[in-house]
């Protein structure tokens, strides 16, 4: 049952003007010196104050602003001078005596529309204070379990100078973990230098990380600065260091082992300070037992060893990652959206998303560009009629929340009873109510019932618990 919002009205009554269809919770509060705390007990949606005297009035005004941090303050004053001097007092909307009743049907709107933005907002808040905060990286968000650990990992290790490995399925987010990490360091005044490992070949890849003479191959015109002396004082990330080529791998040792390297051509040795971060989606333990990749390369890149959760293992950040990439795609459209459907949110969670966040973002942004509307529906979404069948969500545990295990519980053993919550509520031994009210909260479509043919989701709609193993984070 939907629960009407509580106005307080605050000095003469203006009630009779309020809507008496029961939309609104409406209570009267006379001016006195308990007017305060009397609006604090009640903590109202909105709150309208009638400023006659207009001294009390603007007083009671300042005072609840300050301690109803979430309600919206609308003010009726005697002249417009009076409604100028409650705007600047904290008001957030007001009407000048006299008044029609549709313009005091618009304040009550207007009020109303601005408490709820309030209450996005100090929802948004809570969401981000649960994300550890990783300084001047503002796009990793993730409030998973395993996500904080990551997290919190990378301000432990940002600290200190060692060479980190971070090891995690592609679109996972490598490259942010290494800027975070750079970003926390000692060595944020430094260059961040990036290189893809992957996509080079052995002499340019050398060429790239050591630099070159002038003549040392055909086409040194002239002498070239590589990425480690680029990156002097601060971070070099490599990514996809398990493509890396064995002579190249060689030089790459020796740095790591004396901190010093030769140009290409050149006898000339070369002393750089720099750290090296080190990413790949490749198991380079099983690298090294096939001889594609040096064992004591290895240990010198893995001194830290960072795993990134797939994103399949972190089901509770997907609705807030898609709700992220939404507000920052209609921000640079300058577009107002509302968000996703009951629907499409069922259709994210279901997905098992084998490209990761960046198939996330990809999904979100193409959902945007063809929806119709302020909300996205599943028909907007590319991944809603094709769900993969191979792999569904999986829990992690240890790491998951009790939320999500009592989630993935319910949803499976409603699968296996052809939907039925009776059944279900007598194996999990709890009500049948408790069921209905949760496929209510999950926004999955309506009840699921006794000999109910619309069952709760599909298979891949609930977490699939999963001892850790090459997809999961390493204890």
């Not at 999990?428 to 209510?440: A, E, F, V």
Request: with cysteine; glycine share 8%; charged share 25%.
């Amino acid at each position: 049952m939907t629960v009407a919002p509580l106005v307080a009205i605050v000095g003469p009554a203006v009630s009779a003007m309020m809507p008496s269809d029961g939309a609104l919770d409406v209570r009267v509060i006379d001016l006195g010196p308990d007017t305060v705390l009397t609006l604090e007990e009640l903590d109202p949606r909105a709150v309208l104050v009638h400023l006659e005297p207009e001294a009390c009035g603007l007083q009671i005004l300042r005072e609840a602003r300050k301690r109803l941090a979430l309600a919206a303050f609308g003010v009726i004053a005697a002249d417009g001078s009076a409604l100028a001097r409650a705007l600047m007092a904290g008001a957030d909307a007001g009407l000048a005596v006299p008044f029609e009743a549709e313009a005091h049907a618009a304040l009550v709107a207007n009020v109303l529309r601005r408490a709820a933005l309030a209450s996005d907002a100090a929802r948004f808040r809570r969401r981000a204070e649960g994300v550890l905060s990783v300084t001047s990286v503002e796009s990793i968000i993730g409030t998973h379990p395993v996500m904080q650990q990551v997290l919190k990992r990378v301000t432990q290790v940002a600290q200190s100078r060692s060479t980190v490995l971070i090891q995690g399925e592609s679109g996972t987010g490598k490259e942010l973990i290494a800027a975070a990490i750079h970003q926390n360091s000692k060595r944020r005044e430094g260059p961040l230098v990036r290189l893809n490992c992957a996509a080079l070949s052995e002499s340019v890849l050398e060429s790239e990380l050591f630099g070159h003479e002038r003549g040392a191959f055909t086409g040194a015109l002239q002498r070239r600065e590589g990425r480690f002396k680029q990156a002097d004082g601060g971070t070099l990330f490599l990514d996809e260091v398990g493509e890396i080529p064995s002579p190249v791998q060689v030089k790459l040792l020796r740095f790591l082992q004396e901190r010093e390297f030769e140009r290409v051509g050149s006898n000339e040795s070369l002393r750089v300070d720099v750290r090296v971060v080190a990413a790949t989606n490749k198991d380079l333990r099983a690298l090294v037992e096939d001889g594609r990749f040096r064992e004591d390369l290895y240990y010198r890149l893995s001194v830290v060893q960072l795993v990134v959760p797939p994103l399949r293992a972190r089901p509770s950040d997907v609705l807030l990652l898609a709700e992220h990439f939404l507000r920052c795609l209609a921000a640079e459209e300058g577009v107002e959206m509302e968000g996703f459907t009951a629907a499409a949110k069922a259709a994210l969670l279901a997905y098992p998303w084998p490209g990761n966040v960046r198939e996330l973002r990809n999904c979100v942004e193409q959902a945007f560009v063809f929806a119709e509307g302020a909300l996205l529906d599943v028909q907007d979404l590319p991944i809603a009629t094709s769900v993969p069948k191979r792999e569904a969500l999986r829990l992690i545990i240890p790491g998951a929340t009790m939320a999500e295990i009592e989630r993935y519980a319910i949803l499976e053993t409603l699968r296996s009873v052809g939907g039925s919550t009776t059944r279900a509520a007598a194996i999990l031994g709890i009500s049948q109510r408790t069921i209905q009210y949760r496929i209510k909260e999950w926004d999955l479509g309506g009840k699921a019932t006794d000999g109910s043919t619309d069952r709760p989701g599909t298979p891949e709609e609930s977490p699939r618990p999963a001892e850790a193993g090459p997809s999961s984070p390493s204890r």
